[in-house]
């Protein structure tokens, strides 16, 4: 990449990592399952009335928006209301990655390199050693909260295979229009789970004070920031790069993470669970790239590059959460 496009990488990086913190401002104010709609609504409204519909099979798109939205962020946001710490709940979504590779070769019969199995294992070793430094949380809530993020990293990760299924042909309009699935079963979870006034008082309520109305900036920058102008600016990019040159940058989204929520909110993670992020990051590395390819002289950004496993390259694409719909899928 050129310098130019280096800093533009790096720059959704940043939006990306502090998505999570968006996303705990939220959490402060409002219950976590209607936040998860109402990220979605705020997008999902102006979809509606003003981006024409996807070409393509409906079903796979409700498998993105479930799964890439309602299941995701529901079980994320649950993770983080409970106690999950803002920074590692940033690294524990990372599993989608090589839970999309799983799915990839189970449901769509993809092979595995030998480098991709050794990186799950890699990773499962890192999960493991997180997993147990949360054991010492206070009634068994630390634990818990990694489960759901893992959960939601395996939702993730089935959406990332609807996607894959559907192939869009605009991949940024596809990911705008998932935004449209996922308000009402979340109004419905929130309606049976948190009540069925419970957000809608709060929201009726956030002006009032200070916490409120720095929840409704988590909201729009959720929306606005993370989704549309970091997607977007990832889009661009993988239309111009090969997917191995763009796609490892966004392991840097934990980093960005762990190091906001420690300066922000004083959350600081042990030198065990800090270890265990390590060994995450660096399976999820080993499993993404292969060998490259002998590369033709050329324009660097006209290169083949070295090549992702296509689920791998689907699921890296919309780091964020919270989560470049080129690709796809952020908080």
Not at 229 to 242: D, E, F, H, S, T
Request: hydrophobic share 55%; with cysteine.
């Amino acid at each position: 990449m050129s310098p130019r496009h280096r800093l533009v990488a790096l720059l959704v990086v940043v939006l990306w990592g502090l998505n999570f913190l968006a996303i705990r401002y939220g959490l402060d104010y409002f219950p976590p399952l209607f936040l998860g709609a109402l990220r979605f609504l705020v997008l999902a409204l102006p979809v509606l009335l003003f981006v024409r519909p996807p070409k393509g099979p409906v079903t796979w798109l409700l498998l993105y928006g479930l799964g890439s939205g309602t299941f995701q962020f529901g079980l994320l946001f649950t993770a983080m209301h409970i106690g999950m710490p803002t920074g590692l709940a940033s690294l524990v979504l990372q599993s989608s990655a090589p839970f999309t590779v799983l799915l990839g070769a189970i449901l769509l019969h993809e092979k595995l390199a030998v480098r991709q199995i050794a990186g799950i294992g890699i990773a499962v070793v890192g999960m493991g050693l997180i997993i147990a430094d949360r054991a010492d949380a206070a009634a068994g809530v630390g634990v818990l909260g990694v489960v759901l993020t893992l959960l939601g990293g395996l939702s993730w990760a089935f959406g990332n295979i609807g996607q894959r299924l559907a192939a869009p042909s605009e991949p940024f309009r596809f990911t705008l229009w998932m935004s449209v699935i996922p308000p009402l079963p979340m109004l419905a979870l929130s309606a049976a789970f948190e009540g069925p006034a419970t957000g809608w008082r709060a929201l009726a309520h956030s002006l009032d004070g200070a916490e409120g109305r720095l929840a409704l900036l988590g909201v729009a920058y959720i929306a606005i920031l993370s989704t549309v102008v970091g997607y977007g600016l990832w889009g661009a990019l993988m239309a111009r790069y090969p997917a191995s040159t763009v796609a490892p940058a966004t392991l840097l989204v934990p980093v960005v993470g762990i190091a906001a929520s420690a300066v922000v909110l004083g959350e600081h993670p042990t030198a065990l669970a800090l270890t265990g992020a390590a060994i995450v990051i660096a399976g999820c590395l080993l499993g993404m790239l292969r060998r490259p390819a002998p590369l033709p002289v050329g324009d660097e950004g006209d290169r083949p590059g070295g090549q992702l496993d296509v689920a791998v390259a689907d699921d890296l694409g919309e780091r964020g959460a919270q989560g470049g719909a080129a690709v796809v899928r952020q908080g």
